[in-house]
Structure formats: C-alpha cells, structure tokens
C-alpha cells in the first residue's frame, strides 16, 4: 500500500511560521504532482500549492509571497512552509499526490490524514 503522512502542524500566533512535511511510503514507483489543500470547518477544500515532479509550482492567490511549496524526490517527501501566517490561514492541511505504483503500473492520487494548522490572534 501507499501512505501519505503529514507533519508540523501545531499552534502559531499570526505573523508565525510553521513548515508542514509529507512523507510518501509504500510500493513507489515514482511521484507525479504533490500538492497541499487545506479545509476549515463548514468550508470547501481548496487547493493551497501544487508542485510537479519538474518542480514547476503554482499557488493559490491567498498564499501567493507567504507559503513556498517544495519537494525531495530522493527522500520522497513535501514540503510546505508557511510564513507570515494568519488567523484565516486555521485549517486541516492535506497533503495530496499522483503516485506509480510497482508491478501494478499506473498513477493513481493519494491523500494524507491531514495536518492541524491554527493560527491564533
């Protein structure tokens, strides 16, 4: 099987940082796109960043100058670091990926358990 597993989540006051990991496990034959969405109670999740394999990456207007996406394909592992966080940035970070699996062949996408962020006032 194929995990996803999301780290660094925790408490922060506005104007903190936190950096969020996800390690990718499993019968990996090689990762696609990795991508971060985040939910809040009552709220759709939406997608915050998205990394391709090439490291070509993309944001959401609301992170854009404040999160930077980044991944090491060699420890198959994502990162997000969030900067200059906000009170609206409280959600449940999810970590998503395409992954190629060994001997079954094919890309399937993936989900982590996702991550709690809260950023108090």
């Known amino acids: 099987q194929v995990q996803l597993v999301e780290s660094g989540g925790g408490l922060v006051q506005a104007g903190g940082s936190l950096r969020l990991s996800c390690v990718a496990s499993g019968r990996i034959f090689s990762i696609n796109e990795m991508g971060w969405y985040r939910q809040a109670p009552g709220k759709q999740r939406e997608l915050v960043a998205r990394i391709t394999s090439g490291g070509s990456t993309n944001y959401a207007d609301s992170v854009k100058g404040r999160f930077t996406i980044s991944r090491d394909n060699a420890k198959k592992t994502g990162y997000l670091q969030m900067n200059s966080l906000k009170p609206e940035d409280t959600a449940v970070y999810y970590c998503?990926?395409?992954?190629?699996?060994?001997?079954?062949?094919?890309?399937?996408?993936?989900w982590g358990q996702g991550t709690q962020v809260t950023v108090s006032s």
């Open positions: 998503n990926a395409v992954i190629k699996i060994k001997v079954i062949g094919g890309a399937s996408e993936y």
